[in-house]
């Protein structure tokens, strides 16, 4: 099943199978389960006049491959905001959970342009895809990732964080008009910025994350997109990074927050 398939599906229904080839280990990689929970968010809004302000989501559980459940509910609608949560369950029991605003375009005599500004990257024509490793999970497939800073996740490098370019991967995903919902997909495939720093293979996962939604999507999914990571501390088994994400042309799409498990 596709994810333009499994979307549909949640249209129709509560409960759908999970889609085969998004394994991260033993359990269903994160980005698909946030994708999905915000497809669900989506249709619950059914407002195209209010777009994506931020959400946050906590990953409560492992997702297994095997059915999911989604229950959404809208806890205010304001004039301007739209604030709901969505849940995915599984067994019985919450697995994720989805906290989502989303809001329509309001005068103000504020304007503040800070963002940060997009890595100059070479052309990702003369670079290469990062292989599949073997024991990489199984949902790197779904995307090409192309390293242009930084150190491959498990290299004993001395410090951490990257950047580079990825897309969906045009083998596995037919083309079309990129959602805020394969956005989450997406940019969560990227591995945690600590990962260069281990010396062999070891769990790290995401524990909650935030993201604030920038410069509207106009994008396709074989667009390429930039990505670039930065760790801000890490001790104890937890670390917290931030990450921004531009499109091909340098418009910063998302700014994310993550606090990450570490296993290493």
């Known amino acids: 099943m596709s994810l333009q398939h499994s979307y549909q599906a949640l249209a129709k229904q509560e409960s759908l199978d999970v889609p085969t080839g998004w394994l991260q280990g033993r359990t269903i990689y994160g ?46 609608q304001g004039k301007s905001v739209t604030t709901l949560e969505v849940r995915l369950w ?19 005599s504020i304007h503040v342009h800070q963002e940060p500004v997009a890595p100059a990257f070479p052309s990702v024509d003369g670079l290469t895809t990062a292989p599949h490793h073997p024991l990489a999970p199984e ?5 090409d990732m192309v390293w242009v800073t930084g150190q491959y996740p498990c290299t004993a ?28 997909v997406s940019m969560d495939i990227w591995p945690p910025g600590v990962l260069p720093m281990f010396k062999s293979m070891a769990p790290a996962s995401s524990l909650t994350w935030h993201l ?23 001790a104890d088994g937890y670390s917290t990074e931030a990450a921004y994400l531009w499109d091909d042309q340098n418009r910063l799409i998302a700014i994310s927050r993550q606090t990450v498990t570490v296993f290493a």
């Open 31 to 76: 980005g698909l389960v946030a994708g999905l929970m915000m497809q669900k968010a989506l249709l619950t809004l059914a407002d195209d006049t209010k777009h994506l302000l931020s959400c946050s989501v906590t990953f409560v559980g492992p997702v297994q491959q095997a059915k999911v459940r989604l229950t959404s509910e809208i806890l205010r």
């Open 90 to 108: 599984q067994d019985d029991a919450v697995q994720s959970i989805l906290v989502a605003s989303f809001g329509t375009q309001r005068e103000s």
């Open 139 to 143: 949902c790197f497939k779904q995307l």
């Open 157 to 184: 490098s001395p410090k951490p964080d990257f950047s580079g370019w990825y897309r969906f991967n045009p083998d596995l995903h037919e083309n079309r008009d990129m959602t805020v919902a394969d956005l989450m």
């Open 212 to 234: 604030t939604y920038v410069h509207p999507l106009k994008n396709q999914l074989h667009d390429w997109m930039k990505y670039h990571v930065e760790t801000q501390y890490a």
